[in-house]
């Protein structure tokens, strides 16, 4: 068995996720998984494990996953035969030999995502897969009042997913901002150790309702100290996240 | 009658290109026309035209059209009207009221197009739908090199599509550039009165050659002045190219 350390990209528009259901249907993992196999020496168990569980529609520019196979293909040669077996909206973007119990998800010391918001009065066709489409005119300012809330090691449960059943929601978020100006484009990046499941487009979803003027940017303390989950705003669509990159430990 | 100027977005790769066709395939004339005749006040016969014919797969961030229709809705609520009626892959960014005898192709003073190429030896997932493909390394000095020759007032004959019945192929060239660097994202921007059907992807096609180092930058002042289609480089994909803006004259 060698393991490997992949980074990926993909566009999450026709993947029910990162992770593997029993639903059967089609996840990133699930093709990962079966482009690996037919690529495997000897039918071994394969394991095959991502930095982040992006959710469904979800992109990743930069998505790192560890798997570990018996075959005599260098790392090299293994990129270059994935990605001629891959279907066309995954890539492996780098492969290189990794220690034998490199697992992604516990090395990664830290994620970057990117939240992409398009405020302009029109739709926008080209931007229509990756952008969510926010027509009414946007304070940003205020947007950015309320985001130097977030950054910081808290209980982020008033952001996360309804029904979540994680043991602790504290996360350490350690970056949290927004470029661009209203009427434009406009980008939400986060970094830190690890998100709870809708967190940050929870936090997208009630950044743009302060940005509408519904709420205040001062009510974000209350909101996070409340620790519920009905306090917050909607979940931005899944289809304006980018998993940007990972940053591991030695593996 | 009243003559409208809209300012059209497009994803070009649902489209058999702009121009309706007799063999019933959807085209963004064919679109538009038909949002068009749904909000006409009488069924008079209706004009619909645009600045640049794209072709099937060129996208479009700034088309222009001029239509002509009988109609009570002032221009902002056309505009409205017609982004509820028209499907997810068109858009109308800008709608104003113009001269009854406003023709966006005769008006256009100048257009600007953009050819996008991603030049990693990896294919992107994510831009997949707007950018060509070349895993190669390129030689972008040398690209630059060629597209030197290429500005000015002159005969374009070698690089029309390959039986063009066009009368004169002599066209002005006002802007060729080269933005980006090996191993990433290269744009090309071309700015100029008008152009020879797939003039701007056969030049790629050709420049792609001198970047790979089939054919020398100091080729093209013979190629050009051969008028021979045959001895310029192939057409670069559609997918690529994209209309970004139309100067228009007064109207």
């Known amino acids: 068995m060698h393991t490997f350390r992949l980074v990926l990209e993909y ?59 018996s075959t005599r293909l260098d790392a090299a040669a293994l990129a270059r035969a994935l990605n001629a077996r891959l279907p066309a909206d995954i890539a492996v973007l780098h492969c290189a030999p990794a220690a034998q119990d490199f697992d992604a998800r516990r090395a990664a010391r830290g994620k970057h995502y990117r939240y992409r918001v398009w405020n302009g ?76 499941r809708h967190m940050l487009r929870n936090a997208v979803g009630t950044l743009l309702e302060v940005g509408l003027g519904r709420r205040s940017a001062d009510s974000l303390p209350t909101l996070l100290a409340a620790g519920d989950r009905r306090l917050a705003g909607p979940t931005a669509p899944a289809h304006g996240l980018t998993l940007q990159s990972v940053e591991c430990g030695a593996g």
């Open 11 to 69: 566009d999450g528009a026709g993947f029910a996720g990162w992770q593997s259901q029993s639903g059967g249907q089609r996840t990133v993992q699930g093709e990962l998984r079966a482009a690996l196999l037919g690529l495997a020496a000897e039918p071994a168990p394969l394991r095959v494990v991502g930095a982040g569980r992006t959710d469904a529609g979800v992109h990743a520019a930069g998505q790192v996953a560890s798997a570990a196979l």
């Open 121 to 196: 009065p029109v739709r926008s066709p080209l931007r229509a897969r990756r952008w969510h489409h926010e027509p009414r005119p946007l304070d940003v300012a205020a947007m950015r009042a309320a985001l130097r809330h977030l950054p910081g090691r808290r209980d982020f449960a008033s952001l996360r997913a309804a029904g979540s059943e994680v043991q602790s929601s504290i996360r350490h978020l350690r970056r949290a901002e927004l470029g661009g100006q209203s009427g434009g484009a406009l980008r939400f990046d986060f970094e830190g150790d690890g998100f709870l």
